[in-house]
């Protein structure tokens, strides 16, 4: 039988090693432009935060403040797993590498699952922005921005965690066809690079949305 | 090919010490701190992304190319924010209207 | 003295060698490859259709506004039409223009690698790019967009009734097609260039490329976002740039801005690049001061970074900060300038010889000094407030973008076009339609400085008929500008059939992408190369390019 590394190899590289620091480099540089998309997003959010503090404290007084830290526990708990599938793929256990993923997949879901439902309760509450909106403090326009951010902010993470769900599911099925072994497993190294910044992304998403009003309740 | 690999036990700190700064940003949320909290808390978030970056992305372990590019993002989202910001502090410094 | 170790195979090939164009033939072979080389070639395919779409709004509005009060158009359609000549130029020819289709082309060969690290990225890069094309092709037929190339708030999310969200939708398609550009250039001058070629060995091309595609990664990503946000605040009517709604325009034009800004460097700089390979070549001497040029691509791509600001001189940002706009953008014309003297410094004293991409490049250096230093009044605090949305602004950035930028294609496409096709152009031909060019532009856009210091506002379809004159003048330009750029399309399809065949150095000059058969193999080197010398280095090749 062929050997899987000479088949992994594309045309294009000398060796296995140039192709895995190749791609990690790709990995990496892909990353940083995923830090200025959200970077932008950020930066708006300062703006305004600066501009209306007290408008935005409110706002922030409405997020669902448990489960925002219980969901941040959540997360961080599954990049561990990530880490620990990735530290697996090293060892060549390819076994414990499946049930890493298998773990580090499904507690991303219940991540989805708990933001969901506070996505639900906001809509109950009437704090979806546009016509849905409701609240009659004077500060109204610029609790409904607080709103509008949030939900870009924590939409544009969640659509990346159903990305990586996506992508972690095709890792675990490559895994489970045996395609990596010690020598082999890039794939879910860069997977793994990837969940972890969607990971970071949301601990600073926890920082300025749920923390400044918390005690506000 | 793999770099030097991390063990067990430093993933295993790294996850008491992310959930433990957890802990103490919510505790910190509810305590009144006035601005401080919000600055409070994005001092902790940049501890806990550090944290997932040097360990569980081998950030530490990599080559010099990888710190390079990850600085590189760091620093031009703060070159983006700090002169945006730097507009609208220092708008009405001057003893015109509008200025 | 450095030693030339560069192994061509001994034995004579039985039959005519395949090269990257006959390996393979039929649409598909071309619609699926992942060849640097055809993808570079269906990018130039596409960016000279868009080219002469926008070309040919440009030309309206010249012909339009050859009277006073406009005769052509309604003041609505000419609204669309300065707009949509904006948005397809910039993202969907100025952009792509060189990296993409020169670069693409020339970086692997000129690095010695047998392709980009990430070739079905890149692939995947120019199917996202003509979706982009597509989208916002798809808003022109539509009806249009009246926003100004610039999307400004609150008139883009609010009040305007044109396909602004398709418009946006297509570039930000296209936005992504750029970052997986830079990406695959990033990683592939870092990680797969031949044995021996170190960063200072590299040839100018590479270093500038390399910054641009900084800026492509670095920058883009916001315009997504920024884009991104116009199209939600403008379905949903929620605040976030509408004072209206309790949004800042000014936020607005600071994210447009951080990332419009250094698109122009991203426009400029492989400008540079190209102009840094063809000077040498034609003047047969090293690059003067080759870390300098180096770094200076270097110093510009951050430096870029940091003058958003002196777009929004008179927008209400704070004075403090326009100080330090207007200071930075004084800086960015150090590195500029840097380049411009050591261009000349090398052409001093060298061998010089006239041919076809050595006058664009020297007409690239002239206009592109004009448009550095009117760019100069500009970023003047005083001085921009007087001429700010005027013609001098349009003339300014044309002097770059298209005296620039332009002007480099050309020159680079020529250069490179006997290793793209194998085949030598009509040179005659080719020296008339470079002086066209010249002569058009300036007749273009030199008038346009005058109307603009004298009051003309940019963006009006109408104007007092005391700027008649230079106005026709400008269009007269217009119409001879037009013919340089079609004559050089015509004779270089016919040159791809009919041409004189193209050794594999016509230039004699030291770059790897010329030591490889003209065209050259799917793989670029029938062996990898070693390097062992500095790039340009004439001295160390003399015999193998039988110079003097």
């Not at chain 1, 540089?29 to 703006?47: D, K, N, R, W, Y």
């Not at chain 2, 009144?32 to 902790?44: H, P, T, Y």
């Not at chain 3, 008139?155 to 297509?170: P, Q």
């Amino acid at each position: 039988m062929a050997d899987p590394i000479a088949l992994a190899l594309r045309e294009q590289f000398h060796s296995a090693e140039q192709q895995h620091e190749t791609s990690t480099v790709g990995m990496w540089i892909f990353l940083i432009t995923e830090v200025m998309l959200f970077g932008g997003l950020f930066t708006a959010f300062s703006v305004y935060r600066m501009s209306h503090p007290a408008a935005f404290d409110q706002g922030s007084a409405d997020m669902e403040f448990w489960m925002g830290a219980v969901n941040t526990a959540v997360l961080i708990c599954s990049s561990f797993c990530m880490a620990m599938a990735v530290h697996s793929a090293e060892k060549g256990k390819n076994g414990r590498l499946a049930l890493f993923l298998i773990l580090t997949i499904l507690i991303g879901l219940v991540f989805l699952g708990i933001k969901f439902t506070e996505y639900y309760l906001h809509y109950h509450d009437q704090k979806l922005p546009g016509i849905l909106f409701h609240d009659t403090s004077p500060d109204a326009a610029y609790v409904q921005m607080f709103f509008v951010f949030y939900f870009l902010m924590t939409g544009l993470h969640a659509f990346h965690m159903i990305i990586g769900e996506g992508i972690l599911c095709a890792t675990l099925f490559r895994t489970l066809l045996g395609s990596f072994s010690e020598r082999y497993h890039t794939p879910v190294e860069l997977a793994g690079l990837y969940w972890h910044f969607v990971d970071t992304v949301w601990v600073f998403l926890f920082a300025i949305f749920y923390i400044p009003g918390a005690h506000m309740k | 090919m793999s770099q030097s690999s991390v063990s067990v036990k430093t993933y295993a700190f790294t996850l008491i010490a992310l959930l433990a700064l957890t802990l103490l940003t919510s505790l910190l949320g509810l305590v009144d701190l006035g601005k401080f909290s919000f600055i409070a808390g994005v001092a902790i978030a940049a501890v806990k992304a550090s944290l997932i970056a040097c360990f569980f992305m081998h950030a530490l372990y990599e080559t010099k190319l990888i710190r390079v590019i990850m600085a590189g993002g760091v620093i031009w989202f703060l070159v983006m924010i700090s002169l945006t910001l730097g507009d609208y502090l220092t708008r009405g410094w001057m003893p015109y209207p509008g200025k | 003295m450095a030693t030339v170790t560069l192994v061509e195979p001994q034995s004579a090939p039985a039959q005519p060698r395949l090269n990257y164009l006959t390996e393979k033939t039929g649409l598909m072979s071309w619609l699926f490859t992942t060849d640097h080389k055809r993808i570079g070639l269906l990018y130039v395919v596409s960016i000279t259709f868009f080219f002469f779409f926008g070309g040919f709004f440009a030309l309206l509005m010249r012909l339009h506004l050859l009277l006073p009060q406009g005769w052509l158009f309604g003041h609505e359609t000419y609204n669309k039409l300065f707009t949509m000549h904006g948005i397809i130029m910039v993202w969907f020819f100025l952009i792509p223009s060189i990296p993409n289709t020169l670069g693409n082309f020339v970086l692997p060969m000129m690095i010695g690698a047998k392709d980009l690290a990430f070739p079905k990225l890149n692939l995947l890069s120019w199917y996202i790019f003509m979706l982009g094309g597509m989208t916002t092709l798809y808003a022109l037929v539509r009806g249009g967009v009246d926003t100004g190339w610039t999307f400004y708030t609150p008139f883009s999310t609010s009040y305007s009734t044109s396909f602004v969200i398709t418009a946006a939708v297509g570039i930000l398609i296209a936005g992504f097609s750029s970052i997986l550009t830079g990406l695959n250039f990033i990683a592939t001058v870092h990680r797969m260039r031949a044995p021996g070629l170190t960063w200072f060995r590299l040839p100018i091309f590479i270093w500038s490329t390399y910054a641009t595609s900084l800026i492509l990664v670095l920058a883009t990503p916001v315009l997504a976002i920024t884009l991104a946000m116009i199209g939600i605040e403008r379905i949903f009517q929620v605040g976030i740039f509408d004072p209206a709604l309790g949004g800042d325009p000014v936020l607005f034009q600071h994210m447009f801005w951080f990332y419009s800004h250094p698109a122009v460097y991203i426009m400029v700089l492989p400008a540079m690049a190209v102009v840094s390979e063809i000077i040498p070549t034609f003047s047969r001497k090293p690059i003067f001061g080759y870390k300098a040029v180096a770094f200076s691509s270097m110093a510009i791509a951050i430096l870029g970074f940091l003058v958003w600001g002196h777009h929004m001189f008179v927008a209400g940002e704070s004075a403090y900060a326009a100080m330090t706009f207007s200071f930075l953008s004084y800086m960015v014309a150090i590195p500029s300038a840097i380049k411009v003297f050591n261009w000349t410094a090398t052409m001093y004293r060298g061998s010089v010889q006239l041919d076809t991409p050595m006058l664009y490049a020297i007409g690239f250096v002239a206009l592109f000094t004009i448009g550095g230093m009117t760019g100069l009044f500009l970023a003047a605090l005083g001085i921009d407030v007087h001429v700010t949305d005027t013609y001098f602004v349009i003339a300014h950035f044309h002097y770059i973008m298209v005296g620039g930028t332009v002007m480099a294609f050309l020159g680079g496409v020529h250069y490179w076009w006997p290793k793209i096709s194998g085949k030598m152009y009509p040179e005659f031909l080719a020296k008339l339609s470079a002086l066209t060019v010249f002569l058009g532009f300036n007749l273009t856009f030199f008038p346009q400085f005058i109307l603009g210091y004298m009051g003309m506002p940019r963006r009006y379809a109408a104007y007092p008929p005391e700027f008649q004159v230079l106005n026709v003048l400008s269009t007269a330009g217009a119409s001879i500008l037009g013919v340089g750029y079609v004559v050089p399309l015509i004779y270089l399809i016919w040159a791809w059939k009919y041409g004189e065949p193209a050794t594999d150095n016509p230039w004699r000059t030291t770059g790897l992408e010329w030591k490889t058969p003209s065209p050259p193999p799917k793989h670029n080197f029938e062996q990898t190369p070693v390097v062992t010398w500095k790039a340009y280095d004439f001295e160390a090749q003399k015999e193998e390019l039988h110079l003097g």
